[in-house]
């Protein structure tokens, strides 16, 4: 009964106007696979789950912005997250080691008011 009462009062949480974004964000060699492309701007939670043989990290950049947040190299098999707050826009993820994002390893974001 406890249970189902944290199960209901999670999802009203999750429904709730201030609800944090989930993004997970696959790596391997060489792609980026995000668990969805779009979410609405606010509170947000990127994880980079590295699925691959070699160390990987996060770069995003909101299109227009000068700003780049990101996450440093994550090792195979582990993962991070990064917290933070999307402002509307389409932003762009890459990895940033050695010429991943050219091999593949990059995607897009698009954030909507
Ligand atoms: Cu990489």
Redesign the pocket.
């Known amino acids: 009964m406890r249970l189902l009462a944290l199960v209901i009062a999670f999802g009203a949480l999750a429904l709730g106007g201030g609800a944090t974004a989930r993004v997970q964000v696959v ?1 391997k060699e060489y792609s980026f696979a995000l668990s969805r492309t779009h979410v609405q701007a606010g509170r947000a939670v990127i994880e980079l789950a590295n699925f691959g043989q ?1 160390p ?2 996060l770069r995003l950049q909101r299109v227009g912005a000068r700003h780049i947040a990101g996450l440093g190299v994550v090792a195979p098999g582990t993962q991070a997250d990064l917290s933070l707050k999307l402002a509307p826009g389409r932003y762009l993820l890459w ?1 940033s ?1 050695a010429n ?1 994002r050219a091999l593949g ?1 990059r995607a897009t974001l698009v954030v909507s008011r």
């Open positions: 790596a070699d990987h990290d990895c080691v991943h390893m």
